[in-house]
């Protein structure tokens, strides 16, 4: 990298003598974050040929594990579509889906009868502790060959990036 790559950040001038990298001058570069979408979609590509096996698509398996990450607290259809991304009404043929495949159950609200809250079935934890395996092996050798400072590095480097992306969205709902 030469020094015309690096610039000056506004931390530089307040005294951090550490460079920033400047994509904006390096243009045959691949920007940062297009770089994170295509892994992101290599992933999900890599995921959905291996989970084909189990019959689960991205689409089937994303709110399974949403539902065995509550812990065995029931949640409902609104809540599970915060936690997935998707409006409620495009969850809804998902939902039905995995419950005609016996792996999640729907239960009306005490408090709600209009309410409905979902639960993993003995066998959609089953097929949760499959995908998990798959993931474990997918993620093991995405990262043969890596130490673990330079894994546990990467692992930080996300979560800052999963954590600064969370602010920017509060600040552009508020800027609305």
Not at 49 to 72: C, K, Q
Not at 115 to 132: E, M, N, W, Y
């Amino acid at each position: 990298m030469t020094n015309s790559q690096l610039s000056t950040s506004p931390a530089q001038v307040a005294g951090d003598a550490q460079p920033f990298f400047d994509p904006i001058a390096v243009p045959q570069a691949p920007l940062f974050g297009h770089l994170l979408m295509n892994v992101s979609r290599t992933w999900r590509q890599v995921l959905e040929v291996r989970l084909a096996e189990l019959g689960l698509t991205d689409a089937t398996w994303v709110p399974l594990f949403h539902l065995h990450a509550a812990a065995g607290t029931p949640l409902t259809l609104k809540q599970l579509a915060q936690r997935v991304g998707l409006d409620s009404s495009s969850l809804v043929r998902v939902v039905d889906l995995l419950e005609s495949r016996g792996l999640l159950v729907r239960h009306s609200d005490a408090h709600d009868r209009r309410s409905k809250s979902l639960c993993l079935t003995a066998q959609g934890q089953h097929v949760v502790a499959d995908v998990r395996a798959k993931l474990h092996q997918v993620e093991g050798q995405l990262l043969q060959g890596m130490d673990s400072t330079t894994t546990a590095a990467l692992r930080h480097g996300l979560q800052q990036l999963h954590t600064r992306l969370i602010a920017i969205q509060a600040q552009d709902k508020a800027a609305q």
